[in-house]
């Protein structure tokens, strides 16, 4: 028997939490509310009937029994609950409010309060609620004609599923009211209370249309939960006697969400489809038609539902009618008076169904008394007099608002299905029309393949010639990527390459692939090939292109640099730590699969053939490129270098165009990540978005159309500057940066709480305890201490942040955190995973403060032999939080001075053990590697960068890292003891030969040899090199960091999934290896703190660190978290870099252009190739390419690529008089240049003056 929020007086949000909740439901807390008997204001209704189907061939029937009610009114909606009971009469919800359950708490004007629900009893008053609200904005320049409409017609929208699938943007714009006062705009406009919604005064949305919005997309139907709540948002005003807007105790409603409850509304109901409708023709049909017979079910039942929605406009219009035409009968100076202030009420039907607006007119009986008033506010006879209702898309809905009110511009918000050049009044079929293609061709005659039929989909999958998965695009191309496939108990990536291949999917939907016969599918040999590629233009600051215009299976694979699009791509920038993670890296799955009996392994390929549901949902930032940016490309292409042509001129030359309607036109978008393609928006502000970063989302991607379509969401900011850049490099990286909700921030503890010893907790706040981190670090995660014992051997300590405490599984803050999963370190401000009072207060390890933790203890000898160990959860006092300078003087200090000395007695002992650790860890193969960091020095003000410094390592940092290594391997240790098949461990891969390859040969020229077959050969050859080349000390330094970045980084993996072979880590030389250290930042940490706490017996395990499902899962997105933040950190430092080297946003700050030291990293020496060197800047972490003179003759070039070598010979002689080979050290030039996409570091070569270009060596 289905239920509601309508039965048994359910309200609204505990509706929400029921249907969305993972955990216990709703009605648990509620038993007293539930019985078997049906309330007394409830009918039973005729119980309806569905028959189905079964696989073996039975029919069943499914009865759904449902209550009837006559006392819900016009719908629900929420309101805060300090609307006070005394207010005046004149309020709405005192006169109806009934004694209702606390069901929610939320954040309105920066305080959490109570959510109550009030029934919209009376029509009366759902039409002064339609008249507290306002579409006119303030200081409007719409024409008289239209502030006459606007004044004298109130709009009441109901939306269809559709509208709240693909429209939500606009339902959600809010603008400006023209009755805000003082006390609003103290308020601000900004998403303020002082704006509504400007689609209509009242939004309705049914219940059938949010229970099929759930079942379709979860993320869509949270916004639409979110609009209700928005409801809950009246503006704090004082009351006034001649104020047309109703208060509400004190308030003014300015949004009204209606959620209307048609499925149990006595006077909603419709004729059920006949039973024999539902029931398939042939019961005993064939399993091939099956699929077809349940197409027609679900086409039946959508066509009930489209039936309801239209039924619930049908109520609200005939109610609104019945109650206007019986005011007009009365008389009096009293009842004029309110017919003056209550407007007529215009009921809108929102549907982008055709199909479902015809029948909105043909069901309607014709009612001779109904005249609706038109666009000048005149009541002329039209084609809708008669109706108490008008259906029209959203398209013509919005194209109407804007002809009342031109300022508007919300025409850009809706959602685009065809690529046809209609009229802007056309509203077209729904996005599943749209999908199937088949019209006009766009300019260019593109047309993909025809994703195959639902039902042939769905047998498909069934029977094994199609698979389910997610596909996932690669970094630098959208036409090439993988789908995550299961084959059996196993995960299989499929390699799925070239835009037909691909055939409109974009990263994260999820899709149906059809695997390719296995001659098709890449050996080992062409994989690692491709795989070598990749690395070496990740090394050389290159990049690496699919070419997606191949069709063969076996052409689709090959990879090629394209000229033109280097172009388009700055050739400078920060350099990258490690090498590009493969899928089985990122997703803990297999890439490749045995074909044979001998074992031959293959990658498999594939093709996508359906899409099962798209991830349209997200929002993508970049900037638009029109024609006229084309044309002054195309001029400077005319004067003699074509190939400067960028690739996103010629793609918006062949797409954009104006539009019939003379309001519209089609522009390209181009989205900042390279994993989206481009996106053509139809928009009425073409030249405002011109230079501007902007959001924008996807809506479809017809079959006749070379190019997804879309439209605009929001403008960020113009182009270039810091503060709209942070934002794009956030959106670009998927960085969560939404503040906490008020459900998250209900988990926290009081702010006055206080941190008291507990029972089973071990009380270690005698112990001088004391933290070392850098300067201004506010998130102390860790803590150590080192006393001798009564035996002569010392105990040592590591205390972690008891995170856990605090974040209890299971819960909406312990969810935000897994979802999180990191915390994201920019340049200029940090993105917490957790709360700040959890990240900055309760757990952060601070000095003098008494705070909780999970200690681990070992028994060391002075000699570093470890005897004994033990995991506690303690409370503890640090006595200092130092930093790595602070600490390194304690470490420096004479020993003779140090006797008294507390803090310095322990820090010198804990150093002395480290370099025991550190010695007996590089003995055993542990490799010591190197990044180029820096740091920068920003203006207290300003927060520009105006100084770039090299990041300084002490002694003490060392120190500190020793130990935290030692506690994660001891505490893997016992999590895998404990739980073999379910502990959260960190591997790192050998690295495959052929990504050291370049670097092997390289380093030959040098005379130096490196051995990769182990840890410990790499390890060796690398400190041999170091000792060679000691007449430079940077070049052993950048010999660790390009050894670094021929490793693909370490990831998170469940020990369940791998064999004990593959959990070892081969950059620290352990078997095994985990992160317990930083809870505070990395949600792998909790994980592995429950773990250990269930290992040790004080805590039970969370159930679903249970199964091993959830922790591939979980793995998977703290990889691609952890992934996203690495990435996010260095675009920060990049953009900063900029910001530093063009002067600072202002002109004023920063560095401006510089000289400085490089080093040469690689040579493109290659025959007809513009000669090149790849070259790192020590001073600032900069990697850039560098072109040499074009004024040198090809004659005078000694190009030797065995070498890594480029020469210059004497014209004249033919003597070699110049060169420049790797690892070479050069003078490099540094400033910033202003580019078609905004500015771009460039690195200009000054010496060898020979190589160098004349005007830039002058």
Same mark, same amino acid.
């Given at each position: 028997?289905s239920?509601?929020?309508?039965?048994?007086g359910?309200?609204?949000l505990?509706y929400?939490?029921?249907?969305?909740?993972?955990?216990?439901?709703?009605?648990?807390?509620?038993?007293?509310?539930?019985?078997d008997?049906?309330?007394?204001?409830?009918?039973?209704a005729?119980?309806?009937?569905?028959y189905?189907?079964t696989?073996?061939?039975?029919i069943?029937?499914?009865t759904?029994?449902? @209550?009837?009610?006559d006392?819900?009114?016009?719908?629900?909606?929420?309101?805060?609950?300090?609307?006070?009971?005394?207010?005046s009469?004149?309020?709405?919800?005192?006169?109806?409010?009934?004694?209702?359950?606390?069901?929610?708490?939320?954040?309105?004007?920066?305080?959490?309060?109570?959510?109550?629900? @009030?029934?919209i009893?009376?029509?009366?008053?759902?039409?002064?609620?339609?008249g507290?609200?306002?579409?006119? +904005?303030?200081?409007s320049?719409?024409?008289?004609?239209?502030?006459?409409?606007?004044?004298?017609?109130l709009?009441?929208?109901?939306?269809?599923?559709n509208?709240?699938l693909?429209h939500?943007?606009?339902?959600?714009?809010?603008?400006?009211?023209?009755?805000?006062?003082?006390?609003?705009?103290?308020?601000?406009?900004?998403?303020? +209370?002082?704006?509504?919604?400007?689609?209509?005064?009242?939004?309705?949305?049914?219940?059938?249309?949010?229970?099929?919005?759930?079942h379709?997309?979860?993320?869509?139907?949270?916004?639409?939960?979110?609009?209700?709540?928005s409801?809950?948002?009246?503006?704090?005003?004082?009351?006034?006697?001649?104020?047309?807007?109703?208060?509400?105790?004190?308030?003014r409603q300015?949004?009204?969400?209606?959620?209307?409850?048609?499925?149990? %509304?006595?006077?909603?109901?419709i004729?059920?489809?006949?039973?024999?409708?539902?029931?398939?023709a042939?019961?005993?049909s064939?399993?091939e038609?099956?699929?077809?017979?349940l197409?027609?079910?679900?086409?039946a039942?959508?066509?009930e539902?489209?039936?309801?929605?239209?039924?619930?406009?049908?109520?609200?219009?005939?109610?609104?009618?019945?109650?206007? %035409?019986?005011?007009?009968?009365?008389g009096?100076?009293?009842?004029?008076?309110?017919?003056?202030?209550?407007?007529?009420?215009?009921?809108?039907?929102?549907s982008?169904?055709?199909?479902?607006?015809?029948l909105?007119l043909?069901?309607?009986?014709?009612?001779?008394?109904?005249?609706?008033?038109?666009?000048s506010?005149?009541?002329?006879?039209?084609?809708d007099?008669?109706?108490?209702?008008?259906?029209?898309?959203?398209?013509?809905?919005?194209?109407?608002?804007?002809?009342?009110?031109?300022?508007?511009?919300?025409?850009?918000?809706?959602?685009?299905?065809?690529?046809?050049?209609?009229?802007?009044?056309?509203?077209?079929?729904?996005?599943?029309?749209?999908?199937?293609?088949?019209?006009?061709?766009?300019?260019?005659?593109?047309? @993909?393949?025809?994703?195959?039929?639902?039902?042939?989909?769905s047998h498909g999958?069934?029977?094994?010639?199609?698979?389910?998965g997610?596909?996932?695009?690669?970094?630098?191309?959208?036409?090439?990527?993988?789908?995550?496939?299961?084959?059996?108990?196993?995960?299989?990536?499929?390699?799925?390459?070239?835009?037909?291949?691909?055939?409109?999917?974009?990263?994260?939907?999820?899709?149906?692939v059809e695997?390719?016969?296995?001659?098709?599918?890449?050996?080992?040999?062409?994989?690692?090939?491709?795989?070598?590629?990749?690395?070496?233009?990740?090394?050389?600051?290159?990049?690496?292109?699919?070419?997606d215009?191949?069709?063969?299976?076996?052409?689709?694979?090959?990879?090629e640099?394209?000229?033109?699009d280097?172009?388009?791509?700055?050739?400078?920038?920060?350099?990258?730590?490690?090498?590009?993670?493969?899928v089985?890296d990122?997703?803990?799955?297999?890439?490749?699969?045995?074909?044979?009996?001998?074992?031959?392994?293959?990658?498999?390929?594939?093709?996508?053939?359906?899409?099962i549901?798209?991830?349209? %949902?997200?929002n993508?930032?970049?900037?638009?490129?029109?024609v006229?940016?084309?044309?002054?490309?195309?001029?400077?292409a005319?004067?003699?270098h074509?190939?400067q042509?960028?690739?996103?001129?010629?793609?918006a030359?062949?797409h954009?165009?104006?539009?019939?309607?003379?309001?519209t036109?089609? /522009?390209?978008?181009?989205?900042?990540?390279?994993?989206?393609?481009?996106?053509?928006?139809?928009t009425t502000?073409?030249?405002?978005?011109?230079?501007?970063r902007i959001l924008v989302?996807?809506?479809?991607?017809?079959?006749?159309?070379e190019?997804?379509?879309?439209?605009?969401?929001?403008?960020?900011?113009?182009?270039?500057?810091?503060?709209?850049?942070?934002?794009?490099?956030?959106?670009?990286?998927?960085?969560?940066?939404?503040?906490?909700?008020?459900?998250?921030?209900a988990?926290?503890?009081?702010?006055?709480?206080?941190?008291?010893l507990?029972?089973?907790?071990?009380?270690?706040?005698h112990?001088?305890v004391?933290?070392?981190d850098?300067p201004?670090?506010?998130?102390i995660?860790?803590?150590?201490?080192?006393?001798?014992?009564?035996?002569?051997n010392?105990?040592?300590?590591?205390?972690?942040?008891?995170v856990?405490?605090?974040?209890?599984?299971?819960?909406?803050?312990?969810?935000?955190?897994?979802?999180? +999963?990191?915390s994201?370190?920019?340049?200029?401000?940090?993105?917490?995973m957790l709360?700040?009072?959890?990240?900055?207060?309760?757990?952060?390890?601070?000095?003098n403060?008494?705070?909780?933790?999970?200690?681990?203890?070992?028994?060391?000898?002075?000699?570093?032999?470890?005897?004994?160990?033990?995991?506690k959860?303690?409370?503890?006092?640090?006595i200092a939080?130092?930093?790595?300078?602070?600490?390194?003087?304690?470490?420096?200090?004479?020993?003779?001075?140090c006797?008294?000395?507390?803090?310095?007695?322990?820090?010198?002992?804990?150093?002395l053990?480290?370099?025991?650790?550190?010695?007996?860890?590089?003995a055993?193969?542990?490799?010591?590697?190197?990044?180029?960091? /820096?740091?920068?020095?920003? !203006?207290?003000?300003?927060?520009?960068?105006?100084?770039v410094?090299?990041?300084?390592?002490?002694?003490?940092?060392?120190?500190?890292?020793?130990?935290m290594?030692?506690?994660?391997?001891?505490?893997?240790?016992?999590i895998?003891r404990?739980?073999?098949?379910?502990?959260?461990?960190?591997?790192?891969?050998?690295?495959?030969r052929?990504?050291?390859?370049?670097?092997?040969?390289?380093?030959?020229?040098?005379?130096?040899?490196?051995?990769? !077959?182990?840890?410990?050969?790499?390890?060796?050859?690398?400190?041999?090199?170091g000792?060679?080349l000691?007449?430079d000390?940077?070049?052993?330094?950048?010999?660790?960091?390009?050894?670094?970045?021929?490793?693909?980084?370490?990831?998170?993996?469940?020990?369940?999934?791998?064999q004990?072979?593959?959990?070892?880590h081969?950059?620290?030389?352990?078997?095994?290896y985990?992160?317990?250290?930083?809870?505070?930042?990395?949600?792998?940490?909790?994980?592995v703190?429950r773990?250990?706490?269930?290992?040790?017996?004080?805590?039970?395990?969370?159930?679903?660190?249970s199964?091993?499902?959830?922790? %591939?899962?979980?793995?998977?997105?703290?990889?691609?978290?952890?992934r996203?933040?690495?990435?996010?950190?260095?675009?920060?430092?990049?953009?900063?870099?900029?910001?530093?080297?063009?002067?600072?946003?202002?002109?004023?700050?920063?560095?401006?252009?510089?000289?400085?030291d490089a080093?040469?990293?690689?040579?493109?020496?290659?025959?007809?190739?513009?000669?090149?060197?790849?070259?790192?800047?020590p001073?600032?972490?900069?990697?850039?390419?560098?072109?040499?003179s074009?004024?040198?003759?090809?004659?005078?070039?000694?190009?030797?690529?065995?070498?890594?070598?480029l020469?210059?010979?004497?014209?004249?002689?033919?003597?070699?008089?110049?060169?420049?080979?790797?690892?070479?050290?050069?003078r490099?030039?540094?400033w910033?240049?202003?580019?078609?996409d905004?500015?771009?570091l460039?690195?200009?070569?000054?010496?060898?003056?020979?190589?160098?270009?004349?005007?830039?060596?002058?």
């Amino acid at each position: 028997m289905s239920r509601t929020f309508a039965d048994h007086g359910i309200t609204i949000l505990e509706y929400f939490r029921t249907t969305t909740s993972n955990y216990s439901t709703m009605m648990n807390d509620n038993n007293d509310n539930y019985n078997d008997d049906p309330p007394l204001s409830s009918l039973r209704a005729p119980p309806a009937r569905h028959y189905y189907l079964t696989r073996r061939g039975k029919i069943l029937q499914s009865t759904t029994e449902r @209550y009837l009610r006559d006392d819900l009114g016009f719908g629900s909606m929420l309101v805060p609950s300090t609307a006070s009971s005394s207010s005046s009469s004149s309020s709405l919800y005192d006169s109806g409010r009934k004694k209702r359950k606390k069901i929610k708490e939320d954040t309105i004007a920066g305080k959490i309060v109570e959510l109550i629900p @009030y029934t919209i009893e009376h029509v009366s008053t759902l039409v002064d609620l339609l008249g507290s609200t306002t579409t006119n +904005s303030k200081g409007s320049s719409s024409s008289t004609e239209s502030t006459t409409t606007a004044s004298t017609v109130l709009r009441l929208v109901v939306v269809d599923t559709n509208v709240l699938l693909h429209h939500m943007d606009v339902l959600e714009y809010l603008r400006d009211n023209d009755f805000a006062d003082d006390d609003d705009s103290a308020c601000g406009t900004k998403g303020g +209370s002082n704006r509504h919604h400007a689609i209509a005064n009242a939004i309705v949305i049914p219940q059938t249309a949010l229970e099929e919005c759930r079942h379709r997309s979860l993320v869509m139907y949270r916004r639409a939960t979110d609009l209700v709540r928005s409801s809950s948002s009246p503006t704090s005003s004082s009351t006034s006697s001649n104020n047309s807007t109703t208060t509400v105790g004190g308030h003014r409603q300015r949004r009204c969400v209606i959620v209307f409850a048609d499925v149990h %509304h006595v006077d909603t109901q419709i004729k059920s489809l006949p039973p024999e409708s539902q029931l398939p023709a042939s019961t005993v049909s064939s399993n091939e038609n099956d699929d077809d017979e349940l197409a027609a079910s679900s086409t039946a039942i959508n066509d009930e539902n489209d039936a309801r929605l239209r039924k619930v406009a049908w109520f609200y219009g005939r109610a609104l009618h019945d109650f206007h %035409h019986s005011q007009e009968g009365g008389g009096g100076d009293q009842h004029q008076h309110q017919q003056e202030q209550r407007k007529k009420v215009e009921v809108v039907f929102l549907s982008d169904d055709a199909q479902s607006r015809k029948l909105a007119l043909l069901e309607q009986p014709r009612d001779s008394s109904i005249i609706i008033s038109s666009s000048s506010g005149s009541g002329r006879r039209t084609k809708d007099n008669g109706l108490y209702y008008k259906a029209r898309s959203v398209r013509e809905h919005v194209t109407l608002l804007q002809k009342e009110d031109p300022t508007l511009n919300l025409l850009d918000m809706v959602a685009n299905f065809n690529v046809g050049t209609g009229s802007s009044g056309g509203g077209g079929g729904t996005a599943m029309t749209a999908e199937e293609g088949g019209g006009r061709t766009e300019s260019g005659g593109y047309n @993909y393949t025809p994703h195959v039929a639902s039902s042939t989909l769905s047998h498909g999958l069934r029977t094994n010639r199609y698979y389910q998965g997610i596909y996932r695009s690669n970094r630098d191309s959208y036409t090439e990527g993988y789908v995550t496939i299961r084959r059996g108990e196993d995960r299989v990536a499929v390699v799925v390459s070239g835009r037909e291949d691909v055939n409109r999917a974009v990263d994260g939907d999820i899709v149906a692939v059809e695997l390719f016969a296995v001659d098709h599918w890449l050996s080992t040999t062409a994989a690692a090939a491709t795989t070598t590629t990749t690395a070496t233009a990740t090394a050389t600051g290159g990049s690496v292109e699919a070419n997606d215009g191949g069709s063969g299976a076996t052409g689709r694979i090959q990879n090629e640099t394209s000229s033109a699009d280097e172009e388009g791509k700055p050739t400078s920038g920060i350099a990258a730590d490690t090498a590009e993670p493969s899928v089985r890296d990122i997703e803990n799955i297999a890439e490749e699969v045995p074909v044979d009996e001998e074992g031959r392994m293959r990658r498999p390929v594939g093709k996508v053939v359906g899409i099962i549901r798209r991830n349209f %949902h997200k929002n993508f930032c970049g900037s638009i490129c029109t024609v006229d940016d084309t044309k002054s490309n195309e001029n400077d292409a005319s004067a003699g270098h074509p190939s400067q042509l960028h690739p996103h001129d010629a793609i918006a030359a062949k797409h954009e165009r104006e539009h019939a309607d003379g309001i519209t036109s089609t /522009v390209v978008f181009f989205s900042i990540d390279q994993r989206v393609p481009p996106i053509l928006l139809r928009t009425t502000q073409r030249e405002r978005l011109v230079g501007m970063r902007i959001l924008v989302s996807m809506d479809s991607w017809p079959a006749d159309s070379e190019y997804p379509l879309g439209h605009y969401v929001q403008t960020l900011g113009l182009a270039g500057t810091k503060d709209t850049e942070t934002q794009v490099l956030l959106q670009e990286f998927r960085i969560p940066c939404e503040p906490f909700p008020a459900k998250v921030l209900a988990c926290l503890p009081p702010a006055d709480y206080q941190i008291e010893l507990e029972p089973g907790r071990a009380d270690l706040r005698h112990i001088p305890v004391l933290s070392i981190d850098p300067p201004g670090c506010k998130d102390i995660d860790d803590a150590l201490h080192c006393i001798q014992l009564s035996n002569g051997n010392w105990q040592v300590g590591v205390h972690i942040a008891d995170v856990t405490h605090y974040v209890e599984a299971g819960t909406a803050i312990d969810l935000e955190a897994a979802n999180r +999963s990191t915390s994201t370190y920019l340049v200029n401000k940090r993105l917490d995973m957790l709360p700040s009072l959890l990240t900055t207060d309760l757990c952060s390890l601070k000095g003098n403060v008494d705070r909780f933790a999970f200690s681990v203890l070992w028994e060391v000898t002075p000699e570093a032999t470890i005897v004994d160990v033990e995991f506690k959860k303690s409370i503890i006092h640090s006595i200092a939080a130092l930093t790595y300078q602070q600490a390194q003087s304690l470490i420096d200090k004479p020993d003779k001075d140090c006797r008294d000395d507390i803090q310095a007695g322990a820090v010198k002992r804990l150093a002395l053990l480290a370099r025991k650790f550190r010695a007996r860890r590089i003995a055993a193969g542990a490799l010591t590697l190197a990044s180029p960091e /820096v740091k920068f020095v920003l !203006d207290s003000e300003s927060l520009n960068p105006t100084d770039v410094q090299a990041y300084t390592l002490y002694e003490a940092n060392a120190l500190v890292e020793e130990f935290m290594l030692l506690a994660n391997v001891t505490v893997a240790k016992k999590i895998l003891r404990h739980y073999p098949t379910l502990s959260i461990l960190r591997r790192h891969p050998a690295p495959n030969r052929s990504m050291f390859d370049g670097l092997i040969q390289k380093a030959k020229t040098r005379g130096i040899s490196l051995c990769i !077959d182990d840890s410990k050969k790499l390890a060796d050859s690398l400190d041999d090199a170091g000792r060679a080349l000691s007449s430079d000390p940077y070049l052993d330094q950048l010999l660790r960091i390009l050894s670094t970045r021929c490793m693909s980084p370490a990831q998170y993996f469940c020990s369940g999934e791998y064999q004990a072979k593959d959990w070892h880590h081969y950059g620290l030389a352990a078997p095994v290896y985990t992160h317990f250290t930083s809870p505070i930042r990395r949600y792998a940490d909790v994980c592995v703190h429950r773990l250990l706490a269930a290992a040790i017996g004080v805590a039970p395990l969370p159930v679903f660190l249970s199964s091993k499902s959830h922790l %591939h899962d979980l793995a998977a997105n703290m990889n691609r978290r952890h992934r996203a933040a690495q990435l996010a950190g260095r675009a920060s430092v990049q953009l900063h870099t900029l910001i530093f080297f063009a002067g600072g946003d202002d002109g004023e700050e920063g560095g401006g252009a510089k000289e400085e030291d490089a080093y040469v990293l690689d040579i493109d020496a290659s025959a007809k190739s513009q000669p090149s060197l790849t070259v790192m800047v020590p001073r600032y972490g900069i990697e850039g390419k560098v072109r040499l003179s074009k004024s040198i003759k090809d004659d005078c070039l000694d190009r030797d690529q065995e070498k890594h070598r480029l020469g210059y010979k004497d014209p004249m002689t033919g003597k070699l008089i110049a060169s420049v080979a790797v690892f070479d050290k050069v003078r490099v030039r540094i400033w910033v240049r202003k580019s078609r996409d905004g500015r771009e570091l460039v690195v200009d070569l000054l010496e060898p003056k020979l190589f160098a270009d004349p005007d830039v060596a002058g």
